[in-house]
């Protein structure tokens, strides 16, 4: 399938450079299967659900994963993407045509790491020197991986360690937040336990590749990075009960989404997972893990753009994204949101 079908003009300002205050208040775009949009917001969320539903979060925590560094007099910036052991990770090297393979690289507080082999898609893997542990080294040296059509508007700041962190953010590994999260609270979650919608937690290390635009012209030559990630036995227990019970389950972001679909059976259960997925979802797949997506607003020509149409349908997602445009929803990681329910 052609990449452009996927294409649509922003305009700038819509961007949203810092998230809506408190969390909650930001808008929500409520899009059923048929008939019209409804301009709702986020804590209207308690009643577009209804009782014995499923709103399945993922708990990750983002780690300082940005990092700026010298190879010698060379300056390069490391974002990192998936962790391979206790000191070694998959890491995007920006001016990696200035490193090889054995090169030490050295970032600021004192941490070093080697860059042990060159990957096929460019990337590298770093070992990275010294006892402590590589989460000590990351909060010495890194800082939050921020979006660049954020940072690259306005840098990183303190403020982002708080706002680029979901409530749910328990266990690290990730380096970019699962960003639908980003707008629940105590208040909104605290309604939707008085709604009778259930909760549960799964665990997906968000890859630095998950937001890249596509480069390829079709999807078919388009290579997706493994993520690792985590369904316990118990958790898919309790998605099965509910959806036997006439429940459905509700993805919160794109995250929770691709590990349901990769732990679902052809029967429409969810079996419990543990390990990598690059599952790559495009128009014509057939969804056995959700029954429906809560969403930000995505890149064109994202994975994540093609996600969404798979779901609701090319031509509908499109007529979604001109209404947003038009009635200037907040766009991307800080943006506003939309309920997608086929």
């Known amino acids: ?14 961007i949203a450079l810092r998230p809506a205050r408190p969390r909650d208040a930001a808008r929500m775009l409520y899009v059923p299967g048929e008939g019209t949009f409804e301009d709702k917001g986020v804590g209207d969320l308690p009643q577009l659900l209804n009782p014995g539903d499923v709103l399945v979060f993922n708990d990750t925590r983002v780690i300082p994963a940005q990092l700026e560094g010298r190879r010698g007099e060379a300056k390069i ?12 990770w998959q890491a995007f090297i920006r001016n990696a045509k200035r490193v090889r393979e054995g090169d030490q690289l050295v970032f600021g507080g004192g941490v070093s790491a080697i860059a042990e082999a060159r990957h096929g898609d460019g990337s590298f893997t770093l070992f990275f020197e ?4 590589v989460e000590v080294l990351l909060d010495r040296a890194g800082t939050m991986p921020l979006p660049p ?10 403020q982002d360690l708080e706002d680029y962190q979901t409530m749910f953010a328990e266990k690290d590994g990730a380096v970019a937040a699962p960003t639908a999260s980003l707008h629940f609270t105590q208040r909104l979650v605290d309604a939707i336990d008085a709604a009778g919608i259930q909760r549960e937690m799964l665990t997906l ?10 480069k390829a012209d079709d999807t078919e030559d388009h290579q997706m990075h493994s993520e690792w990630g985590r369904i316990t036995p118990e958790v898919a227990e309790r998605l099965n009960a509910a959806r036997a019970d006439g429940g459905r389950i509700i993805a919160v972001g794109t995250t929770s989404l691709r590990l349901l679909e ?3 059976r052809e029967d429409r259960t969810i079996a419990p997972f543990e390990g990598d997925t690059d599952i790559f ?7 056995n893990g959700i029954d429906g997506l809560m969403t930000n607003f995505h890149l064109p020509k994202s994975t994540l753009m093609m996600l969404v149409s798979a779901l609701m349908g090319r031509e509908r997602m499109m007529a979604v994204y001109e209404h947003a445009i038009a009635n200037e929803y907040r766009f991307y990681s800080y943006g506003d949101s939309s309920l997608l329910l086929p």
């Not at 290390?205 to 635009?213: C, N, Q």
């Not at 979802?281 to 969804?287: C, K, S, V």
Request: proline share 7%.
């Open 1 to 14: 399938m052609r990449v452009d079908l996927f294409d649509f003009e922003l305009p700038q300002e819509l």
């Open 77 to 88: 910036g490391v974002t990192l993407h998936k962790r391979e052991d206790l000191r070694r």
């Open 130 to 133: 010294g006892e402590e542990p």
């Open 149 to 158: 059509y954020i940072a690259g508007k306005r840098g990183v700041d303190a």
């Open 205 to 214: 290390h968000v890859g630095a590749g998950t937001f890249l635009p596509v």
């Open 262 to 264: 990769s732990a679902a």
């Open 281 to 287: 979802i495009t128009p014509g797949y057939r969804f």
